[in-house]
């Protein structure tokens, strides 16, 4: 027997003094470190943050729920330009613009469920595709949203704060990080979360318990695409430029692929999913520059793997990360974290 | 039709291509009964089962539950109404604990939305109220069904009878008039099986509630069925008690093949 003694324990954050000391040091530690780091990697950590979103965002979608989708940076591309629309011609304040965008990606989410409640797999993975790129091509070619030339982002001001550097942009991503994660998790715990996960398990059960598949489905698809809409409403604050090629299909299947190297189905394998992706895809573009073996990458790369004339090294080496991550952990980041824990539990037997 | 008819099926067909898998089948249960339903492999009851929880579409034929035609509604439209079923192959939420299993089950009987259910945060909340309050309902299930000690783990890894029992629980927690049990004693060794003879007929004098139960296991059926229906290939042979079922020459043809082959 386990030692609970009540219900809401069960569905508790925090149920011991040890959680919420970690817990605490957590926030102190996020509060403390943008003063810590040096300028790059305060960028970094806001990249990974918004990345984190999107990924728990998927992860609803497609670990949670069980349906694909490989249009994530379309609903990514209408969460930025919806905020930054709102707030150059229509004047919104920042958190409302971004709360707007997150609600109009919802919106096509939901739209996009429609078709996905017939389709599956390898289906509903090309319906989701052709959406993702079907978007960029469309504000590719509107003027309104800045066609290939793109938009400039506007300044950004939280009431009395005007916020123009990636420390003070930090605070506001990684709090709004934290608090859609926090959602997340609440949110599987409860009625509608269990719901989604059982339809993934199986929907003929879950609709002859009186789960309506029609609503859920579409409901996936709409909280996943809120997700992603706040986190690209983020991005253009931290690119503070952005264009239809910055939304292209290759970074849907980059969010697909943090979800999976994170762990389907675990908000804490999104996390790190999120986060050692980022930091791989940003730290790899400079393996070029490593002492002795840089050169030797890249004169391997040139004479062997080389197609369009660019230096691909990088892309080859984050390919076969994620080919022996998932060969070696199918549960991802989130399998490892589980089984050093236990290692922990035990040791040292 | 008197007033207290909860349940009946009438002249329901339904053809799968060239194949007429049930062929106007009619039958009416009396509330609080346990009514089985026999025939030999394929013979259509799982299909007749599919029909009344929605799965599948009747070509012609009713389904009157509680004075009202279910034919053409949802699935999840038939279960509000008060029809809980379990499946012959189980079909749990295999990565799911016992209890997230069976609070599912209660997903009709709760309110929570995206939004009350994302920002729970104290024990005052109403998401956290409702949980709490579905959980100690769903305990009592968990006690019925002497399922403590897979309380929380995952469903999956579970022995096959205890997957069955949960499947039950479920079916359980939903709260239903009319409970379709499809072959619950399937894979059961003979100790289990006893046991869920008790929790069947538990069921229906503690909770009230009408058994619609198809059942391979001929010493069960004839225990605990107040009627039984006889089907063979869509059609219905009969339709009577245990004792006269057990006689009846068309049953045993059915069962036992051509009195002529034999002799």
């Known amino acids: 027997m386990d030692m609970k003694r009540d219900y809401y324990e069960d569905i508790q954050l925090l149920d011991s003094k040890v959680l919420w000391f970690w817990f605490i040091m957590l926030i102190a530690s996020l509060v403390t470190l943008p003063f810590l780091l040096p300028n790059y990697h305060i960028y970094m950590v806001n990249y990974m943050a918004i990345n984190v979103i999107v990924t728990v965002g998927l992860n609803i979608l497609v670990g949670y729920t069980g349906q694909i989708s490989l249009g994530h940076a379309g609903f990514f591309a209408i969460g930025a330009y919806g905020t930054v ?15 707007c965008g997150g609600l109009i990606a ?11 409640l017939r389709l599956e797999g390898p289906y509903l993975a090309i319906a989701t595709l052709g959406f993702g790129m079907a978007i960029t091509q469309v504000i590719g070619r509107w003027q309104v949203f800045g066609g290939r030339m793109g938009l400039e982002v506007p300044d950004l001001s939280l009431g009395p704060f005007v916020i123009d550097t990636d420390r003070q942009l930090y605070f506001v991503v990684v709090t709004i990080a934290f608090l859609l994660i926090l959602a997340a998790r609440n949110l599987m715990k409860t009625r509608v979360g269990r719901a989604f996960i059982a339809i993934r398990d199986s929907d003929i059960a879950a609709e002859t318990m009186g789960v309506n598949l029609t609503l859920y489905k579409t409901l996936a698809f709409a909280v996943s695409a809120f997700y992603a809409g706040v986190a690209g409403g983020l991005f253009a604050f931290l690119l503070g430029f952005i264009n239809p090629s910055t939304f292209n299909f290759i970074l849907s299947i980059y969010f697909l692929a943090f979800v999976i190297v994170g762990g389907l189905g675990s908000i ?11 930091w791989l895809m940003l730290t790899l573009d400079k393996v070029q520059e490593l002492p002795y073996i840089g050169a030797v990458l890249v004169s391997f790369s040139d004479s062997w793997m080389n197609v369009a004339g660019l230096p691909n090294i990088s892309s080859v080496i984050f390919g076969l990360i994620i080919i022996l991550l998932v060969v070696f952990e199918p549960l991802g980041l989130y399998g490892f974290w589980i089984r050093t824990k236990i290692y922990w539990k035990t040791w040292p037997f | 039709m008197t007033n207290n008819n909860l349940f009946s099926v009438d002249q329901l067909t339904i ?3 060239g194949l007429t898998a049930v062929d106007r089948v009619s039958f009416r249960v009396e509330p609080g009964s346990i009514f089985s339903i026999i025939g030999p492999n394929g013979a259509g009851k799982t299909t007749i089962f599919n029909c009344i929880s929605g799965l599948y579409k009747p070509d012609s034929g009713s389904i009157i539950f509680k004075g009202e035609d279910i034919v053409g509604q949802k699935p999840h439209r038939i279960a509000r109404k008060g029809i809980a079923r379990t499946f012959q192959n189980i079909e749990l939420f295999s990565r ?33 109220q409702e949980e709490i309050k579905h959980r100690e309902r769903v305990e009592e299930i968990i006690d019925l069904l002497d399922l403590q000690s897979a309380r929380n783990q995952f469903v999956g890894g579970l022995p096959y009878g205890t997957q069955k029992l ?6 359980l927690a939903l709260e239903p008039e009319l409970l379709l049990l499809d072959e619950p004693s399937a894979g059961m060794n003979s100790e289990e099986k006893q046991d869920l003879i ?3 007929k538990d069921i229906q004098d503690e909770l009230g509630l009408t058994i619609l139960l198809i059942e391979h296991d001929m010493k069960m059926v004839m225990d ?18 245990p004792e006269g079922i057990q006689k009846h020459p068309e049953v045993l043809k059915a069962y036992l093949g051509e009195d002529e082959v034999i002799a």
């Open chain 1, 85 to 99: 629309l709102l707030m150059t011609n229509l004047h919104f304040p920042f958190l409302l613009a971004l709360i």
């Open chain 1, 106 to 116: 919802a919106f096509f989410g939901f739209i996009l469920g429609l078709p996905a």
């Open chain 1, 268 to 278: 804490f394998g999104s996390i790190m999913g999120g986060v050692v992706m980022t």
């Open chain 2, 15 to 17: 053809r799968f291509g």
């Open chain 2, 96 to 128: 799911m604990t016992t209890m997230e299993n069976l609070m599912l089950g209660r997903h009709i009987h709760m309110k929570t939305n995206v939004w009350t259910g994302a920002t729970f945060f104290r024990r005052g909340s109403k998401a956290a």
């Open chain 2, 166 to 171: 949960i499947e039950l629980g479920r079916a």
């Open chain 2, 198 to 200: 008790f929790w069947i």
């Open chain 2, 224 to 241: 605990i069925s107040d009627l039984i229906l006889v089907i063979n290939f869509g059609k219905q042979i009969t339709e009577g008690k």
